[in-house]
Every structure is written in structure tokens, then in C-alpha cells.
């Protein structure tokens, strides 16, 4: 098993910006991806970016590509999500997600095995 636990999330102007932090503990060697997800009231699910674990590689959303950058610590276990230059429809719950299958880049949120329990991400314009 592998717990994941979000934070770092709240309440931002727009142009501004937010880091969330995702710590993972259990069985991390079983991890080969990590993935930050977001879901808006009354919408699916959506990738936003993921990780190699370990380091390796970085994939993003068309819709974050050059505002959004994720980066890991192993040492802390932990994954991290800069958000700069945030605007209202960035506004959703953010959740951090483990993958233990090897393929790249996975950006389909059922092919995941172990989610967070989300932080709200909310930007005022």
C-alpha cells in the first residue's frame, strides 16, 4: 500500500501563486509515476502533470505547459506542484496519484492505483 497526503492548497489572486505538496509514504519502491490531477465542480477529472519517480522525466498538460512545473524530493518522499500565474479555471480540487505500471506518459486517471485525498486549489479573479 501507499498513502498519499496533499497540501498547500487555498486561496490565491489571479497572476498569483501556489506550491502543493504531496507526501507519499508505504510501499514507494513499488511507484514508478507520480501525477497531479484536478477536478472542478461538475467536471471529470484531469491530468495536469506527472513525474518519474526517482526522476527521469516530467509531462504536462497543454493547459499548464509553462506555468505548472512538478518536481520530486525522494529523500523527502515528496512531490511537489509550482503553480505560477494562476487564473480562475485553474480553480479546482488537486489531487497527487501513485502508478505502479510502466507506462509513459500516463495521463488517464483509472490506471492509477493510489490517490490523495485532494486539496482545494481556489483563485479569485
Known amino acids: 500500500q501507499v498513502q498519499l497526503v496533499e497540501s498547500g492548497g487555498g486561496l490565491v489572486q489571479a497572476g498569483g501563486s501556489l506550491r502543493l505538496s504531496c507526501a507519499v509514504s508505504g510501499r514507494t519502491f513499488s511507484i514508478f509515476a507520480m501525477g497531479w490531477f484536478r477536478q472542478a465542480p461538475g467536471k471529470e477529472r484531469e491530468f495536469v502533470a506527472v513525474i518519474r519517480w526517482g526522476g527521469g522525466g516530467t509531462y504536462y498538460a497543454d493547459s499548464v505547459k509553462g506555468r505548472f512545473t512538478i518536481s520530486g524530493d525522494n529523500a523527502k518522499n515528496t512531490v511537489y506542484l509550482q503553480m505560477n500565474s494562476l487564473n480562475a479555471e485553474d480553480t479546482a480540487v488537486y489531487y497527487c496519484?501513485?502508478?505502479?505500471?510502466?507506462?509513459?506518459?500516463?495521463?488517464?486517471?483509472?490506471?492509477?492505483?493510489?490517490w490523495g485525498q485532494g486539496t482545494q486549489v481556489t483563485v479569485s479573479s
Open positions: 496519484a501513485a502508478d505502479r505500471d510502466y507506462n509513459w506518459p500516463e495521463r488517464r486517471p483509472p490506471k492509477y492505483d493510489y
